[in-house]
C-alpha cells in the first residue's frame, strides 16, 4: 500500500487473513478497500470489526473499535445502492434473479443491496419463459439505482404439434420430359443421317457399275469398296437410331421421377465422324 499498489495490497490482506484471522488485520483490509474504491466491501469489513470488540476494554482494542465505528459512519452514506424490484403480477413459477450468474434468495427482491461500484450483469430465468438480462453500471460512490425486473414473456411455439399437423402426404413427384425428348430427337437426327449415307452409297454403287460397263474394273472395285463401307455406316446409324427411339418411348411410358438437375446437364448428343465411322453419340449419365 505504501508503493501505492492498493489492489495488490489488497489481496495480500486478504491471504494474510485467511491464514491468521485477526482483528487488526481485518481492519487493515477495510482501510485497503476503501482506498481502492471498494466502498460496500470496506463497509463490510469495517462493520465486522466493530461488532467484534463490542465489550472490550483493552484499550488498543477500545480505539480500533471507535475507529472502526467512525469508518462506518462516514462510508454508510457513501456506498452506491441497488433495489431490486421484481413484479408481482404474473409472476411464473420457478422465478429465478441472478447476479453476475448467482442466484439472489427471494428474500433480497425488494431489499436495497448495498455493491461496490462497478459493472453487473443481471438476469432473470423461468421454465417455459423468455430470459431476461440486462447489464447496469454503478458510480463507485453515493450511487444509486432501482432495477425493475419486468414480467417475463411466456415462450412461443411456432410449430404445431405432431398430431395437429394430420396425415403426412407426399406430394407427386413431377416427371422429367428431358431424356426422352433428348432421345427422340437424337432418333430423329441419327436417322436422317442414315438415310444420308444410304443415298451416298446407292450414288458410289451406280458409279461402280458405270465403271464396269466401260471396262474400269479397278476403279469399278475401289468404288464398290467404297459403296458398302457407306451401306454398313448408314446400317450401323440406323440401328443406332432406332435404339434411341425405343429408348424414348420406354422413358416416356416408364413415369420415372425427374432426374436431378445435375445429371440432366450433363447429357448431351455429339456427332461422331471419322475414318469409316459418322453417326451420333448419346453422352450423360442416368
Given amino acids: 500500500m505504501a508503493?501505492?499498489?492498493?489492489?495488490?495490497?489488497?489481496?495480500?490482506?486478504?491471504?494474510?487473513?485467511?491464514?491468521?484471522?485477526?482483528?487488526?488485520?481485518?481492519a487493515n483490509l477495510a482501510n485497503c478497500r476503501e482506498k481502492n474504491q471498494q466502498l460496500a466491501t470496506a463497509l463490510r469489513h469495517f462493520?465486522?470489526?466493530?461488532?467484534?470488540?463490542?465489550?472490550?476494554?483493552?484499550?488498543?482494542?477500545?480505539?480500533?473499535?471507535?475507529?472502526?465505528?467512525?469508518?462506518?459512519?462516514?462510508?454508510?452514506?457513501?456506498?452506491?445502492?441497488?433495489?431490486?424490484?421484481?413484479?408481482?403480477?404474473?409472476?411464473?413459477?420457478?422465478?429465478?434473479?441472478?447476479?453476475d450468474g448467482v442466484s439472489l434468495p427471494p428474500e433480497q427482491w425488494g431489499q436495497v443491496q448495498l455493491l461496490d461500484g462497478g459493472d453487473y450483469q443481471f438476469s432473470a430465468r423461468a421454465p417455459g419463459h423468455q430470459r431476461w438480462d440486462i447489464k447496469v453500471t454503478l458510480r463507485a460512490e453515493a450511487d444509486a439505482r432501482t432495477l425493475d425486473v419486468p414480467a417475463l414473456l411466456p415462450v412461443v411455439v411456432r410449430d404445431q404439434p405432431v398430431a395437429e399437423r394430420g396425415p403426412l402426404v407426399e406430394a407427386p413427384r413431377r416427371r422429367s420430359l428431358v431424356l426422352p425428348v433428348s432421345l427422340g430427337v437424337a432418333a430423329l437426327a441419327l436417322g436422317g443421317v442414315a438415310v444420308g449415307v444410304d443415298l451416298a452409297a446407292r450414288r458410289l454403287q451406280d458409279d461402280a457399275e458405270s465403271l464396269a460397263d466401260q471396262g474400269r474394273f479397278v476403279e469399278a472395285v475401289d468404288q464398290n469398296d467404297r459403296a458398302n463401307t457407306r451401306r454398313h455406316q448408314a446400317q450401323g446409324i440406323g440401328v443406332l437410331a432406332g435404339v434411341c427411339a425405343g429408348a424414348a418411348v420406354y422413358f416416356y411410358f416408364s413415369g420415372r421421377s425427374a432426374p436431378s438437375p445435375t445429371a440432366t446437364a450433363s447429357r448431351r448428343i455429339t456427332p461422331v465422324v471419322g475414318r469409316g465411322v459418322a453417326g451420333m453419340a448419346l453422352v450423360g449419365s442416368w
Avoid: M
Fill in 47 to 99: 462493520s465486522a470489526v466493530a461488532r467484534e470488540l463490542q465489550g472490550t476494554t483493552d484499550p488498543g482494542g477500545v480505539a480500533l473499535r471507535e475507529l472502526a465505528t467512525q469508518r462506518v459512519a462516514s462510508l454508510t452514506p457513501r456506498v452506491p445502492r441497488l433495489t431490486l424490484q421484481v413484479a408481482e403480477a404474473g409472476r411464473p413459477a420457478g422465478l429465478e434473479v441472478l447476479r
Fill in 3 to 26: 508503493a501505492g499498489k492498493i489492489g495488490e495490497g489488497c489481496t495480500a490482506f486478504d491471504q494474510s487473513y485467511e491464514q491468521d484471522p485477526r482483528v487488526t488485520t481485518l
